[in-house]
């Protein structure tokens, strides 16, 4: 858990939508990532590659779209 006073912005929902129409992550999926997300206060991709809901691949495509967006 990262402890920090100062909480990370929420994902957009740009990403939310890539990661439901590119990458195939169920919405209910999604939701418990995002849960997790703002409760350890981290990065959606990493919760969602650190709790298994991506794969290693999955999450290489995110960062490459995070990149470029």
């Keep these: 858990m990262i402890y920090t006073n100062h909480p990370i912005n929420p994902p957009s929902s740009e990403l939310c939508n890539f990661v439901i129409e590119n990458i195939g992550l169920s919405k209910t999926a999604l939701n418990l990532g995002l849960k997790k997300a703002l409760s350890e206060n ?3 991709p ?4 650190s709790y298994g809901l991506i794969n ?10 995070q990149r470029s967006n």
Excluded: D
Excluded at 46 to 49: G, V, W
Excluded at 59 to 65: A, C, G, T
């Design 46 to 49: 990493i919760i969602l590659f």
């Design 56 to 65: 290693l691949n999955q999450y290489q495509k995110i960062l490459i779209w």
């Design 42 to 44: 981290a990065p959606l």
